[in-house]
């Protein structure tokens, strides 16, 4: 499968590309206006950032309780009810009067929901598609998070003028109800992928079998890690600019959609692996220039460039599923989702803490140092990885 035409003529991939668009938009104009809100109430970059990115310190407990269910719930029930949860949280933090403890809750409610939804969707595309066709689904779906996140910052910007930050974040709430009515009725009823109940004992014992595998380890950590670190760059535009910071928000989305656009439709297989670490260097570089306290102009180029390394996790997902057995698929994958969004969060906290003693520039350039010195760490172990994985696929003439 090697054309966007095969890609959509799949049954099911439509809905499911228009489930994951609606909640994209969703939360990336919920986030804006929250962050805004409590930035304008409390003058505080830590907190600001935390209310954008916290909800995904959720995520280490749902990563542990919850992710056998990833497997053992039908996706269009699962996929459904997440997003109706997703709505009614949204509507409690648009409540006039709500205090910060309160937003907070419920960021963390809504957070510890999502630690599921990622292993529900991407274990269903693994279902959807042939084997050939994942990376090129899952970088169009990376590509509709880089163009609704385009649309959900400038969006968000005109919307928080003319309806206030309460009033966009019951948009947003609206956004998730249409996901919500999307997967009902748009998607097949499936079976689950995986018998028996879901448990927290079924989660763990999962999750050490995943986690048992110096391959996988290798890649989940190379998945999470120097992406958290640059999410908590992201985290401190509001602090960093906050006139431009819808811009800046905007900027990273396109970044990200043009990295994934090529990896995943234009570079051939055999450049792919050559171009992982490098991506994941790219990623991090670019945020050094803020030391220097950059002018716009350079500073959206800068953000731009940064963003297209994001595409590196598309790479990594690819050599994740090949060699993670197939009813583990859903766990593997939402384990990945996790502990992405995780990193995320403690990637924000970082970053706002370090701000909050410094500057937000000077945390950027402590986060994108942080993130290059993983990367390089990391580095070896995946390419021996590679390299083992390449000789036990290789005939046995050539295996030498």
Known sequence: ????????RTPEYTPLFTVTSAQVAASTVSGLA?????????RSPLLSALSMFGGSFAQVLGATVLLSAADRLPPRAALTGLALVFSAGTVVLALPGLPLWAVFAVVLGIGLAASLGGGVRFGLLNEILPKDGYLLGRS??????????IIGFVAGGALMTALSPRGTLLTAAGLYLVAAIVARWGLTARPPRAQGRPSPAQTWRTNRALWSSGERRRLYLAL????????????????????????????????MLTGDTLMGRF???RWRERLSAPLRLLLAVPYLV?????????AVAAVVLASAGYSAGLLLQERLMAVTPEEMSGQALGLQSSGVLTMQGVGAAIAGAVAQVTSAAAAMGVMAVASVAVTLALAPGLRAGAAVEARSSAPAGRAA
């Open 34 to 42: 929250l962050g805004t809100l409590v930035y304008g109430t409390t």
């Open 1 to 8: 499968m090697r054309t966007y035409r095969d890609l959509f």
């Open 140 to 149: 169009v779906l990376g590509m509709s998070v880089g163009v609704q996140q």
């Open 290 to 298: 803020f030391l220097v306290h950059p002018s716009p102009p350079v």
């Open 267 to 269: 570079v051939p297989k």
């Open 224 to 255: 999470w890690v120097p992406n958290g670190l640059i999410v908590g760059c992201e985290s401190l535009y509001v602090a960093y600019d906050a006139s431009n910071a819808g811009l800046l928000f905007a900027c990273a989305a396109a970044g």
